[in-house]
């Protein structure tokens, strides 16, 4: 399904991206416009620009031009896959590891969540995600380096001068995020191991009365 990768059988397969927007969305939500968050300001601080707000995680901070109130969320969907999912190649990460990075790009950036990948890891940490990083994470235990990941993205966002504001909200979606992997990763090795449904164009087929073997006609 789109360029994410399928980790269940069948053409109605929900991918792994699937069901990781689903999870980043909850944490995210609707509309809000706290004019104390730089985020909602379409000058990335605030009192700079508009006070637009953010929907579904798509912020006036990172697109200045877009009407924010009006995002739908199928538009935040499209920037979602194209943004977030795709720039730090979560279709090659596990399942868990993906949600995890992908809601931190998200929520902290593209560059800072393969900074903080890269650091659990024990790769330069120069916000690009290469071979070399992916070699690293696929050396590694997932667990551990999920595990490592989510101990300093807290560190990064305690460190943040809007923590004292948001801070009880952030750590709720930090302490969350390892239960969603979870269950992330049960619902997609569940559909993997289940076979998948006919289309009813295959099960009419299936039931169908095998063709009569036709009589040759005199020549």
Not at 81 to 86: C, K, N, P, V
Not at 178 to 196: G, V
Not at 197 to 212: C, F, H, V, W, Y
Request: contains cysteine.
């Amino acid at each position: 399904m789109e360029d994410a990768r399928s980790l269940a059988a069948g053409p109605w397969a929900v991918s792994a991206f699937d069901e990781a927007f689903a999870a980043v969305v909850g944490n995210e939500g609707g509309f809000g416009n706290n004019p104390a968050d730089p985020g909602n300001w379409t000058g990335g601080a605030v009192g700079a620009g508009t006070c637009r707000g953010t929907k579904w995680g798509i912020s006036a901070a990172a697109y200045p031009t877009l009407d924010i109130e009006k995002v739908t969320e199928g538009d935040a969907r499209v920037i979602y896959l194209a943004r977030y999912w795709t720039p730090i190649s979560a279709a090659l990460l596990a399942p868990a590891l993906a949600l995890l990075v992908f809601d931190a790009a998200v929520n902290n950036g593209v560059g800072r969540a393969v900074m903080l990948l890269q650091a659990a890891v024990g790769a330069e940490q120069d916000g690009l995600l290469g071979p070399q990083t992916l070699a690293r994470v696929a050396a590694a235990d997932a667990s551990a380096t999920a595990a490592e990941f989510q101990a300093r993205r807290l560190l990064f966002m305690v460190g943040l001068p809007t923590w004292h504001t948001f801070g009880l909200g952030w750590a709720r979606r930090l302490c969350r995020l390892p239960f969603q992997a979870q269950i992330m990763t049960a619902s997609l090795q569940s559909r993997e191991a289940s076979p998948s449904p006919a289309s009813p164009i295959e099960a009419s087929t299936r039931n169908a009365p095998a063709p009569k073997a036709s009589t040759p006609s005199a020549a």
